[in-house]
């Protein structure tokens, strides 16, 4: 009996503890407090891919520089890269003196049935920079 209460007690200690764990994740770096992505599918193969980020303090530049979009066809196991949004070609992806910023960009050519995921590359600068790799949750385009 004293056996289960100890791996009761254990066990219990574990799951309280994993909170702290990913909450000091959350802070990336002394540039970048959290960051986040998501995409949205639109009906007509359009995908709309969003970012957010919030500094540790106001930037000198803050967004993200390059979002690769990529692509599985149903039944595959292989992803292929089927859209590079890069910053200096879609300026809105970084912003100047901001403590946060939340862009999207969209993309018109998803295939009904198939499966996009975005890795997101954030980056903050504030004398020195950081920058911060995300992958989005994965979404079937209609």
């Keep these: ?17 994993l909170p702290s764990v990913a909450n000091a994740v959350i802070k990336a770096s002394d540039y970048i407090n959290d960051c986040h992505t998501k995409i949205y599918t639109y009906s ?24 690769i979009l990529q692509e599985q066809a149903p039944g595959s196991s292989s992803w292929t890269a089927v859209k590079t949004f890069s910053y200096t070609e879609y300026t809105g992806m970084l912003r100047n003196k901001a403590l946060s910023h939340n862009y999207t960009v969209y993309y018109y ?12 590359y954030f980056y903050a ?3 020195g920079y950081d920058t911060l790799e995300l992958t989005s949750p994965v979404v079937t385009a209609k």
């Design 44 to 67: 007509g193969g359009q995908l709309g891919i969003n970012f957010s980020i919030n500094g540790a303090d106001k930037m000198n530049k803050i967004g993200a520089k390059t979002i």
């Design 109 to 120: 050519d998803a295939i009904p049935g198939y499966s996009y995921k975005a890795k997101v």
């Design 125 to 127: 600068e504030n004398g």
């Design 1 to 17: 009996m004293n056996k289960r209460i100890a791996v009761l007690i254990l066990v219990m200690l574990a799951v309280f503890s």
